[in-house]
């Protein structure tokens, strides 16, 4: 299993940005698919969550509104768009896969086996 994400780098408050996660090495489309972060001297923290259909999303409360989280399986990519960054969205951005196959999603770090390295977002004028 690998997933690597892209697309983090700087943007100014209010901005935008979309990361991706490339999946390989299991059945992407079978699988519960999330994202987590986690800033300088902060736990890691879940961001948003989408189930292995794409039907059903979960966004940690300050995202919601602002983020979207969504999947191609078709080229076995996760996706998460970020809106109107803020400085406190500052942080390393990892891609994670649930640890069973059809399952819902979940907010619970240990229940996602594999992760990506991560990808830094700076939201900073």
């Known amino acids: 299993v690998q997933l690597v994400e892209s697309g983090g780098g700087l943007a100014q408050p209010g901005g935008s940005l979309t990361l991706s996660c490339d999946a390989s090495?299991?059945?992407?489309?079978?699988?519960?698919m999330g994202w987590f972060r986690q800033a300088p001297g902060k736990e890691r923290e879940f961001v948003a969550a989408l189930n292995w259909s794409g039907g059903s999303a979960f966004y940690a409360t300050s995202v919601k509104g602002r983020f979207t989280i969504s999947r191609d399986s078709a080229k076995n990519t996760l996706y998460l768009q970020m809106n109107s960054l803020k400085p406190e969205d500052t942080a390393l951005y990892y891609c994670?896969?649930?640890?069973?196959?059809?399952?819902?999603?979940?907010?619970?770090?240990?229940?996602?086996?594999?992760w990506g390295q991560g990808t830094q977002v700076t939201v900073a004028s």
């Open positions: 994670a896969k649930h640890d069973g196959p059809r399952r819902q999603v979940t907010i619970i770090p240990d229940r996602y086996d594999y």
């Open positions: 090495g299991f059945i992407f489309s079978m699988y519960a």
